[in-house]
Nanobody, 123 residues
């Protein structure tokens, strides 16, 4: 499975972006899909996940601002990000994990990763 993340860019505080994660060679349906981010000098951290059940989960720092969704027809997962702040600046990665995996919030629970897309939020 190959994942291609896109949609990053340079925005100002308060702006919105929608990241896309297109899958090829496999399906995003009935899988656990996650978004993580990594800021310079920091570890990769969990942002959001949509499980194979379509239940969604978010890190506390993005609740109410970010929304993860899945388009089965386009085989793509999205991350809608609203009210962006400079602390959201990072490379954002999408990941796919087997529905057999019990968890969704740590990188080790995902089997495939995209290359990342850079989001920069200026103050």
């Amino acid at each position: 499975v190959q994942l291609q993340a896109s949609g990053g860019g340079l925005v100002q505080t308060g702006d919105s972006l929608r990241l896309s994660c297109a899958a090829s060679g496999g399906t995003v349906n009935r899988q656990n899909m996650g978004w993580f981010r990594q800021a310079p000098g920091k570890e990769r951290e969990f942002v959001a996940a949509i499980r194979w059940t379509d239940d969604t989960y978010y890190a506390d720092f993005v609740k109410g601002r970010f929304t993860i969704s899945r388009d089965s027809v386009k085989n793509t997962v999205y991350l809608r990000m609203n009210t962006l702040v400079p602390q959201d600046t990072a490379v954002y990665y999408c990941a796919l994990g087997s529905a057999r995996n019990a968890g969704w919030s740590t990188p080790s629970q995902y089997n495939y990763w995209g290359r990342g897309t850079l989001v920069t939020v200026s103050s």
